[in-house]
Structures are given as structure tokens and as C-alpha cells.
């Protein structure tokens, strides 16, 4: 029996056993209803139970996914931030739009190149945002010709300048946005290439006038060597005549002539021949740095004796070479020219029964310092300088027949190779001449190198 | 010269015209020369019929309204003049103008010497040489005169 | 004759050639001579490209034939010739051979003396005349 009817019986009837008999069916099915509640109500504990177990492992699961979203929100306003960040830090302004064209998003530089003020800007307005840009164009049309046909094809990619009514020039790039497989819009950027669009515009321009200003060098150079060949011979041929009508003049009436006579058609004669190396001379010294030969190796030790046998001095004079010389990387008529002149005068203005001349070089690994000395009659130290000018002679041209030219072509072409020439001399104890010549990377290899001697 | 036509030069300096007068009289050249001034006064003696026929023509080429070029361009392409043999003798010594001398089939090119005595020695040069040298003539030549020229030169034959 | 440049002998007969060949020997001149034994061969000399120009032709004209003046015809019309002046060597001065001859432009027409002195002399005279007078200068 039930044992909550029992105890209800106990308490009622004193004891389990006292009841009525006839109350026993009853009693029965009073015992089994209480045990039929005492079952559903376990059933129901239990499915309680259950329910609350499963509450708990859901509730768990909840927490566990607001905590994974929260997370991934986290995530996410990083992912955003440092996009926006991007966006924000990169040189171009970029705009998206949608296919539609409706704005749908830019960076502060987009605004900042476009000058869109932040009101207009906070209107999301796309119509005045559209005008307020083109104003600013020079060509607003072409412009957005451009962009409607870019809307009509999506896929393409543009690269174009945009040319601005206050002289910026914006470079544009626009691309469609690809999400998955799909595009969705299109991304504009631009950026400003206004100092490289002027820099290469002022580039083209100074090339041009390079062209023409080298153009105009060569014309001039032409002029200069048609002058110069139609000067020195042009100038030349009444020379011609002069002379041979003078020396036809000695031959037909010499005899018949005074002393005077024939000593001024000798005069004559001789003038004759100096104009003839004037015009010579200023021919040369005009086509120095104007003509450029080829540079070739040049051995100073053949070409020195060379000259010297050239000039044939009168045999009082004795030319020596005092040391080995170089080989030289340079134009050889320049070098023969140099050396020729600075002997050449050693020898016509000796005036030593005995005269001496040597030529010599030391080197550095900078460059090397030739000199000619003479014991000749010395240069007073105050025309040291005089003697390089053009034309200058120290003497009557009387005395020495001298053109003025020689030293000036010495200097010259010493100073177009970079160096330098300079006398050392007084009157009465001869004159050394000094020249520099810078060594060059062409000059074959020189095995003798002295260190430098003190000048 | 192998025969006594005369010489035509063609010629605008006249000191240098002198000098090759003068250098014929030193050499003893009997030819008579003929100094025209410029292109066209050459031009203009040759196609004067009663002129003598030159046996040679000495051509400057620098000259003023005819210059050496184009009078050798108008005596080249004439068939009357085309056979007289012409030496230029001249200061340029430009190449292409040896060159167009040439190609418009000069029998010489000489460079005018400066000095007087080698002038001379280039005219003797020039006339040994176009004593050697046969000269196309139309007329009959005189037999005499080739002998003499040839004992002139110290030619036995 | 400028001894940088060759000379040309266009001599048909061997005897001329060798002749030729002797005096400008014996004046010191024949280094730089090529022979070519006739005038077709010449021609050919001459057209071929890496074979040097002459500075001068001496074209050997002996009686038979027209050869000779052909020879010269063909070159005075071929532009990358027509500059090289030509003298003529013959025997015999015919006088419609010297005509015709200057009609082409030759820069001289020479007879041959038998006498071999005298041939050398007419050699040096063509030397010192050729020497004095500048020549075009042909591609090197």
C-alpha cells in the first residue's frame, strides 16, 4: 500500500488493519491513484531534471558563441581600422563607388586633392559633389565622357591625366572592384603629378634648346672654319703677287736700282713673308680648341729628336735631352707645336757663342712637368707675363723675326690639356719654360715615375 | 707645245697670268698665249671662228662670272671644243675639286706654285709633256714644226 | 707618278707590256704596277671591288683592232671610272686614232719610240708630268 494512504489510515482508523472492510476497493484505488501520482510526479522530476541539464549545456553554448562573435567583432573593427588606417595613409585619394556610380566610400586624401569641403562631403549628395569637381576641370566633358564609359564597361581598367583650371595636374587610375567573382563597383584613385607633369615639360623644353643651341654651335663652328680658310686664303694670294712682282723687279731692273733700292725691295720681300706667317698663325691659333684631332700614343723620346733636327740649329747651339720622356696620350700636331715653338725661340734668340738648350720632365702621378731651358739672354721678370699675350714681341720685329704667335699657341694648347706654362727667368742668366700636362687615363703605362722636383 | 697653236689660259688674276707669260718667255715657249679673264671671255674665243684654234687651255678654276667648273662643263659636252686637252692649273688643292676636275675629264691638275722659280719648273714639266704628247688637230700638221720641237727638247728620233 | 697608288699597263702584246715594264723599272717606278694583258682583262680589274683603283692607266693601243678605243669608251662612261685619267702608248701617230682618242678625253697620247733610251726619257717626261699633277683619290 501507498505509504501516504497508510499514514492517512494510521491516523484515521488507529491502524492499518482497523478500516472497513467494505471501503477496501476503495482504499485500493485510492493507493494505486497516490502511486500513480507518485510516478508522474518522478517522470516529471526527471524530465525536469533533464531540461535543466540541457538548459545549462546550452546556456554554455550560448555564452561560448557570444564570446567567439565578440571576438570575431574585435577582429573585425581591428581588420576595419587598419584598412581605414590604409586608406588614410596612402599618397592617392581613392574613391569607390558602386556600379551605379553612387559614392561609396573615399579616404581624407580624395577629399583633400578635390578640395570637397566637409559640408559638402557630409551631404552625401552625389549630383553637387559631380558639379562641384567638374567646375574645377578644364575639361569637364571629357571628363565625364569618361567616366559614363567606364560605368558601360566595368571590367576595363583607365590610367589618364586630368588637367586642372589652376594649372594641378592629377594623374587617374581607376580599376573595377572584384569581390569573389563578382564586380561590384569600381575603385577611382588619383594622385597629384603636377610637379612631375612640369618637370618633364621644362625636361623637354630644355632638351630642345639644347638641339637648337647645339645646332646654332655648329653653323657657327662652319662659319668659322669657312672664314677661316677663305681668310688665310683669300689674304694670301695678293701676298703672292706682291712677292713675285718684287723678286721679278730685282731680277729684271736690280742692276739697275741704288742700294736703296734694292735693300727696301728686300724689305719688301721680307714683309711679304711675315704677313704670310701672320695670316699662318692667327689661322692656327683659331683652330685650336675648335678642331680636335685624334688622341694617339705618343712617344716624346722620337718625337723630341725630331723636332730638333726640324729646326736645324746653327751648330754652336747643342740641344739636349736631359731625361727619358714620356709617352703621351695626346693630338700629335698640338705637342709638336708646343715643343717646336718653345725651341724654336730658344734657338733664334740665343745669343751665347756656346748656346746650351735642354729639355726635360718629371712626373708626379697627377702630371708631368716639361721644361726647355736656354742659356739664352733671360726674360726681365716683368714681362714675365707679357710674353704669353697674342702678338707680343720683347724686341723689334726688326731684330727678331717673330710673329708674337708662338707662345700664345703654347699656352694655348698647354691650358686646353689642363695645364699650365710659366718662365722662369732674369735678365742676363737664360730662361727655363715650364709646362704641365695633366696625366691622363689613355697614357700607356710609364714605368719611371721620379717623385716631383720642387719648381 | 708639240705644235704653235696657241695657248688659251683662262686666267682672272693677272699677276699670275704674267707669271706664266713670263715663264713661257724664260722657257722659250713660242706658243702664243691667249689670257682670257674669266669663263666667258674663254668660251667666247673659242667659238670665235676666226680665232686660231688652241692647242692647249691652262684653266683657272676659281674666276668670276664663269668659273673653271662650268666653263670645263661648256667645252666638255661641245663636240667642236671637246678634244683640246685642258690643264688646270689653279691655288685650291680641295679635293673635290681635284676630284670634279677630273670627272669632267681634265688631262692635268696642277697647284699654282708660290715661288716663281718652281712656277717656272711645273711650266717646263708642262711643256715637255705635251711636246711628247700628240695633239689632235683637224688641219695637216707641219712636219717641220715637229722636228724643231723634238730638237728642242733633246730628243733624237 | 704618286708611288701610293698603282698604276695600270693595259698592254695586249707581252713585249710591249715587258718593254713598258723595263723602263719604268729602270726609273724606279714599277713597284707599283699591275699589267693586265688585255682590255677585257682590264676591265675587269677595275670593276672588281676589292681591287684598288689606279691612280693612272696607260692603255697600250696597237694597230689591230678596235679593242683599245672600246676599252676606253667603256671606261670614261662607267661613273666609278670615268675620273682615272688614261694616257695612250701607241706605235704609230694616226691621226684619226689621235682624234678619236681625245674625242674620249685621254689626258695624252704618246708614240712609242723604237729606241729603247728614248722610251725610257718619254717615261720620265710622263713621270715628272704625272708627279707634278694632283690625281682624284679613290676609295682606299
Known amino acids: 500500500m501507498n505509504k501516504l494512504l497508510l499514514r492517512q489510515m494510521e491516523k484515521f482508523f488507529g491502524s492499518g488493519n482497523s478500516a472497513p472492510k467494505e471501503l477496501a476497493p476503495l482504499f485500493q484505488a485510492i493507493g494505486e491513484a497516490y502511486d500513480g501520482f507518485d510516478a508522474d510526479r518522478r517522470l516529471i522530476e526527471r524530465s525536469l531534471d533533464i531540461s535543466s541539464e540541457e538548459l545549462t549545456q546550452i546556456n554554455q553554448r550560448l555564452r561560448k558563441e557570444v564570446g567567439e562573435r ?4 574585435e577582429k573585425l573593427q581591428n581588420s576595419v581600422s587598419l584598412l581605414t588606417a590604409t586608406l588614410e595613409s596612402t599618397a592617392d585619394g581613392i574613391l569607390v563607388v558602386d556600379r551605379q556610380g553612387t559614392v561609396k566610400g573615399f579616404n581624407q586624401q580624395f577629399a583633400k586633392l578635390w578640395r ?13 559633389l559631380l558639379s562641384f569637381v567638374l567646375d574645377q576641370l578644364v575639361d569637364g566633358q571629357g571628363f565625364l565622357d569618361r567616366v559614363q564609359q567606364l560605368y558601360r564597361e566595368p571590367t576595363v581598367e583607365s590610367n589618364d591625366l586630368i588637367s586642372f583650371k589652376d594649372g594641378r595636374v592629377l594623374e587617374r587610375y581607376s580599376k573595377p572592384q572584384v569581390l569573389g567573382r563578382e564586380i561590384i563597383g569600381r575603385v577611382w584613385s588619383f594622385r597629384d603629378v603636377t610637379e612631375r607633369v612640369q618637370a618633364q615639360e621644362k625636361q623637354t623644353r630644355l632638351l630642345r634648346e639644347l638641339e637648337q643651341t647645339s645646332q646654332r654651335l655648329e653653323r657657327v663652328n662652319q662659319e668659322l672654319k669657312d672664314f677661316a680658310h677663305v681668310v688665310s686664303h683669300d689674304l694670301k694670294a695678293p701676298l703672292r703677287g706682291i712677292k713675285t712682282l718684287a723678286e721679278w723687279i730685282v731680277t729684271d731692273c736690280g742692276d739697275q736700282l741704288p742700294e736703296e733700292g734694292r735693300e727696301q725691295l728686300r724689305l719688301l720681300l721680307c714683309r711679304v713673308e711675315r704677313m704670310h706667317n701672320l695670316i699662318d698663325g692667327i689661322l692656327q691659333y683659331s683652330r685650336l680648341g675648335r678642331i680636335q684631332e685624334d688622341k694617339t700614343p705618343v712617344d716624346l723620346n722620337a718625337l723630341v729628336p725630331e723636332i ?12 739636349t735631352i736631359s731625361e727619358e720622356l714620356p709617352v703621351l696620350h695626346c693630338e700629335r700636331t698640338r705637342i709638336t707645336q708646343v715643343f717646336q715653338n718653345l725651341l724654336s725661340n730658344a734657338i733664334k734668340f740665343m745669343d ?26 733671360g726674360i726681365d721678370e716683368k714681362y714675365h707675363e707679357k710674353i704669353f699675350q697674342l702678338f707680343q714681341t720683347l724686341s723689334a720685329r726688326d731684330q727678331y723675326e717673330s710673329t708674337g704667335i708662338g707662345l700664345t699657341l703654347v699656352k694655348k694648347i698647354v691650358e686646353l690639356y689642363g695645364g699650365r706654362v710659366w718662365v722662369q727667368s732674369r735678365l742676363g742668366e737664360g730662361s727655363t ?23 | 707645245m708639240r705644235d704653235s697653236r696657241p695657248v688659251l689660259l683662262a686666267e682672272d688674276d693677272s699677276i699670275d697670268a704674267m707669271t706664266v707669260r713670263r715663264a713661257f718667255r724664260d722657257l722659250k715657249v713660242t706658243n702664243p698665249l691667249v689670257h682670257a679673264i674669266n669663263g666667258e671671255e674663254a668660251l667666247a674665243y673659242l667659238k670665235e671662228k676666226t680665232n686660231d684654234r688652241p692647242c692647249l687651255i691652262l684653266l683657272d678654276l676659281n674666276m668670276p662670272k664663269m668659273n673653271g667648273i662650268e666653263f670645263l662643263t661648256a667645252v666638255k659636252t661641245d663636240p667642236a671644243f671637246k678634244k683640246i686637252p685642258v690643264v688646270v692649273l689653279t691655288t685650291s688643292s680641295e679635293q673635290r675639286d681635284v676630284v670634279e676636275s677630273f670627272r669632267l675629264s681634265v688631262a692635268g691638275y696642277i697647284i699654282k706654285p708660290v715661288d716663281y722659280r718652281n712656277f717656272v719648273e711645273a711650266m717646263r714639266t708642262i711643256n715637255m709633256y705635251w711636246t711628247l704628247s700628240e695633239l689632235p688637230d683637224e688641219k695637216a700638221e707641219d712636219p717641220n714644226a715637229h722636228n724643231q720641237t723634238l730638237v728642242a727638247c733633246g730628243r733624237s728620233s | 707618278m704618286p708611288t701610293t697608288k698603282p698604276l695600270l699597263l693595259v698592254a695586249d702584246r707581252p713585249e710591249d707590256a715587258l718593254t713598258i715594264r723595263r723602263a719604268l723599272g729602270d726609273l724606279g717606278m714599277a713597284e707599283r704596277m699591275v699589267h693586265t694583258p688585255g682590255t677585257e682583262h682590264a676591265l675587269a680589274y677595275l670593276r672588281c671591288v676589292t681591287n684598288e683603283k689606279p691612280a693612272l692607266i696607260l692603255l697600250d693601243l696597237n694597230a689591230a683592232g678596235t679593242a683599245g678605243i672600246e676599252f676606253l669608251r667603256a671606261v670614261k662612261s662607267d661613273p666609278s671610272l670615268g675620273a682615272i685619267p688614261v694616257v695612250v702608248l701607241s706605235d704609230s701617230p694616226q691621226r684619226q686614232d689621235v682624234i678619236q682618242s681625245f674625242d674620249l678625253n685621254v689626258a695624252g697620247y704618246i708614240v712609242k719610240p723604237t729606241d729603247y733610251a728614248a722610251l725610257v726619257e718619254a717615261m720620265r717626261i710622263i713621270q715628272d708630268y704625272w708627279s707634278l699633277s694632283y690625281l682624284p683619290a679613290g676609295p682606299r
Open chain 1, 70 to 73: 565578440r571576438q570575431a567583432e
Open chain 1, 116 to 128: 570637397i569641403p566637409a559640408a559638402l562631403l557630409a551631404t552625401g549628395d552625389d549630383h553637387q
Open chain 1, 308 to 319: 730638333v733636327d726640324l729646326l736645324a740649329a746653327p751648330p754652336a747651339i747643342t740641344i
Open chain 1, 352 to 377: 751665347k757663342p756656346a748656346g746650351r738648350i735642354t729639355v726635360g720632365c718629371t712626373g708626379t702621378e697627377e702630371a708631368w712637368t716639361f721644361h726647355v731651358a736656354d742659356n739664352g739672354p
Open chain 1, 433 to 455: 719654360f715650364y709646362f704641365t700636362l695633366p696625366r691622363t687615363q689613355g697614357e700607356p703605362h710609364h714605368e719611371r715615375l721620379q717623385t716631383s722636383v720642387a719648381c
